[in-house]
């Protein structure tokens, strides 16, 4: 008989899937170049970058003061309802979308700034119901209750 898992059944690893998505645009960029340039392109993806890195940062810092672990393939021993996660109950993929915006434009490269959309959906599909199934599982009405008050993304 085989035990079930005490964590989501997600596809991979959000940060893998980041680095996959960087990946992929790089290697499309090689490819078929694609530029936007410009000081307003920069300046735009410098403030997505740094209210991506902002956000993770604090989104960190709550799973920390609640003692739950980021990693969604460890354990979660809390639902987080502080911090960022008093606005959504993704922050850290939020983050993680719109720094890839932020790194497109910022460099000009487009088509990492274009990979945003895909990787949304891989992270709706892949990891967030995924982990919405197990949290409902874990933690019943405490979870209902969250995902009633808070929006799942912003």
Known sequence: MRVPADHPAIIM???????????VGAL??????????????QGIG???????????????WSLRQAKTPVDPLKTPRAIVTF????????PIYVALILSLPGIGFLTGWL???LLAVPFWAVL???VVRP???FLRQKFGNEYERYCARTRRWV
Do not use: H, K, M
């Open 124 to 126: 709706q599909w892949g």
């Open 28 to 41: 499309l960029q090689w490819l078929i170049p694609w530029r936007v340039t410009g000081i307003g392109w």
């Open 111 to 113: 088509w990492i700034a």
């Open 131 to 133: 982990e919405e199934v």
């Open 83 to 90: 911090g960022p996660y008093r606005y959504s109950r993704n």
């Open 13 to 23: 690893p959000p940060p893998i899937l980041w680095v996959l998505a960087v990946g």
């Open 46 to 60: 410098l403030v997505l970058v740094a209210v991506a890195f902002f956000l993770s940062v604090w989104a960190l």
